[in-house]
């Protein structure tokens, strides 16, 4: 027998006369017919002809109170849903401004708001310090709870280094985690990201790494090892956290680049030349004309790029890069010559010419016994950074 739940059936029973299902009314006793789509009209229709005034006010008080609650149940639901969509819509931007290595401006860039207005209307659309405050939070500690997981009691090994960018505070000292599975598959991740506000001392930074992992609920006895560079104070925090450590390969490669580097006065001579003149490109006047003649000797329309002290590779990437425009810079000298001798040409302002005809006292004169050290520098430099790109792979054992 078919379940029966209409508030209607509170007043009427089932009964079967001569093989046939018949609704019987408590109250007259009356009989009423079946209908073939199972409705319960007919026994609301009942109530209200036969004058059952109290049964009928006792249905409508049912079903009024039935509707109600079930408003009550949708609007919660509904809430719940615009929760979920609205922390969904959150993620989903967060994870495309890392993908597009944007600042927290992208949130109130005035474009990005109004798309993201007009995909999602009942959606609210926030600045900056909701997702600084609110969104990246959250995402972080959901990030840092699957990596603890993931660790479990195993053991696990951790690579830590620290930075600064000139003039900025604080500096950071990141903490990435190593571990493998029952596979042994590996899982690398950064867990922390953490401002070293006082001295770069050992001991503070043995205290930032443990207070790091402890607050994580990662214990410390299952700690085996740590990748780190050769500061000092990078090897005293790991014996003071009594932990196995060894130094970063690629960090290693790139301080006997720059070691030999220094060992050869006509060597750092040059290299000193090819940093003029790359800083010379980076300024309007000397820019204009790389671009010049960059276009007429055919060379890609690029900038050189300046050797960082601190970026692995930086000083090859930049020789490499002068070679390939060498062509274009010996046409750039020609006419940084010709401007001691010439009268200014009509097609360059006075600013420009008075700009060029400096930085052709200032820059040193380009020989071509230069571009013969250089070629070899590049040979010898692009197996290190080869290397260095193999070490510096998400896969790699030793590096950081």
Known sequence: MPRRTARIWKFFSVVNIDGEDKRKCLKCKALLPTPKDASTSNMINHLKKEGHDEQLKEYESDTEELNNNTKITSFFDQ????????REMDEQLVR????????????????????????NPDLKVYGRWHYCKEVIPSMAKEIKKKIVQQIGDGYFSITSDGW????????????????VNENFDRMDNVLATIPIEK??????????????????????DRLAAMVRDDAKNMQKSCRLLEIESFQ?????????????LKSNQEIENVIRSVRQW??????????EL?????????????????DVPTRWNSTYLMLNAF???????????????????SRKPQNISQRDWTALKRLATNLTLLKKEDFVIIKELCKILKVFHIETCRLSAEQSTAST
């Open 79 to 86: 809430k719940k849903t615009i929760h979920e969509r609205q």
């Open 96 to 119: 495309i401004m890392v993908r597009q290595n944007a600042s927290l401006s992208f949130f109130d860039d005035e474009d990005v708001q109004a798309r993201t207005k007009m995909a």
């Open 164 to 179: 600064q960018k000139p003039s900025k505070f604080p500096a950071l000292l990141s903490v990435t985690t190593h571990s």
């Open 199 to 220: 001295e770069h001392t050992g001991e503070e930074i043995a205290k930032l790494i443990e207070q790091c992992l402890k607050t994580n609920r990662l214990k410390m």
């Open 248 to 260: 970063c390969s690629a960090h290693f490669y790139h301080l006997i680049v720059i070691d030999a």
């Open 278 to 287: 790359v800083g010379g490109t980076h300024r309007s006047s000397l820019a």
């Open 290 to 306: 790389l671009k010049r003649f960059q276009k007429s000797e055919g060379i890609e329309q690029k900038k050189i790029p300046m």
């Open 323 to 341: 070679m390939e425009n060498r062509n274009a810079l010996l046409k750039i000298q020609e006419l940084l010559c010709e401007t001691e001798s």
